[in-house]
Nanobody, 113 residues
């Protein structure tokens, strides 16, 4: 079992920035075995893919966040990050960190003036 804890969510105005963090209680070999990803779920909508990063740094992004969000991972500390900039109201959602079959409880992001 891998425990995942997200942090960094909050209320931000449109155009602002937030940095989400994902701490995983995994051993290094387990952490490095998986792609780390962020998903989000807005009220009344299905959970959707946001971004992912492989062990060696290859990244993928949803079209809706390309150029605004940056995903990174720290393999030594077994953590993941999602830097979000130029935030829009439609980015409002609960953001979840994913590592293989494991999920965190999510962190709420609200973009509103």
């Amino acid at each position: 079992q891998v425990r995942i804890v997200e942090s960094g969510g909050g209320l931000v105005q449109p155009g602002g920035s937030l940095r989400l963090a994902c701490a995983t209680g995994s051993i290094t070999s387990v952490f490095n075995s998986y792609i780390l990803a962020w998903y989000r779920q807005a009220p009344g909508r299905q959970r959707e893919f946001v971004a992912s990063v492989a062990r060696l740094g290859e990244t993928n992004y949803a079209d809706s966040v390309k150029g605004r969000f940056t995903i990174t991972r720290d393999n030594a500390w077994k953590k993941g990050y999602l830097q979000m900039s130029s935030l829009k109201p439609e980015d409002t959602a609960v953001y979840y960190c994913n590592l293989g079959n494991f999920w965190g409880q999510g962190t709420q992001v609200i973009v509103s003036s």
